[in-house]
């Protein structure tokens, strides 16, 4: 397996147990608000990017991808996330069991800019299966990589689960865990068309 697949540079996040919330108003069926995703000097985000599902999701495709030595624009990335946001990638041991990897967007950031610097990493979403109730939101997309943006075939498949949460301006990515198909574990075909 290539240093990027190693890396598990498809983009996933691995969020914190529980968001911890406030205290519900006396009334019965009211909710508590949801945690302040955003942190103070945290980038903004581009309005275009988190106003819907569908605009959050492919701007964190977009902003991985890229030739061999393009800058990314990693403010635009931790912009995406809610302040308690985490990745994860799931694999293998040598002895056969597996392992979660989470880190930050700052670590993800540190441990793949060495790599995309040398090396080409488009990554896209191939089908998504999408779950939604109310403020919160899970999103199961199939991705595919690839070195270059018009390779036939892709070098590396998989799965990105993201929990998203909304807090009544915008979507932020709160996890994102990714694992990548491998040899003994093929995408079956309910993840290879929308769902």
């Known amino acids: 397996m290539n240093r990027l697949a190693q890396l598990g540079l498809a983009l996933a996040f691995a969020a914190p147990a529980a968001l911890a919330q406030q205290a519900a108003p006396a009334t019965p069926t009211a909710v508590a608000a949801p945690a302040a995703p955003a942190a103070a000097g945290m980038p903004a985000a581009r309005a275009a990017d988190v106003a819907s599902i569908d605009a959050i999701i492919a ?105 998203l949460i909304h807090d009544g301006k915008r979507w932020y990515v709160l996890s994102l865990i990714w694992r990548a198909e491998d040899a003994k574990l093929q995408l079956p075909e309910r993840y290879l068309r929308n769902g």
């Open 59 to 163: 701007a964190l495709y977009d902003v991985i991808s890229g030739p061999a030595g393009a800058p990314r624009d990693w403010d635009r990335m931790r912009s995406l996330f809610a302040s308690e946001g985490r990745m994860g990638v799931v694999g293998a041991r040598p002895d056969g069991s597996f392992a979660l990897r989470t880190m930050t967007p700052d670590d993800y950031i540190a441990r793949s800019s060495k790599t995309f610097a040398t090396q080409g990493f488009f990554e896209t979403e191939k089908a998504r299966t999408l779950e939604v109730f109310g403020q919160i939101a899970h999103v199961f997309s199939t991705y595919e990589a690839r070195h270059a943006k018009d390779d036939a075939k892709p070098f590396m498949r998989g799965i990105n689960s993201i929990q």
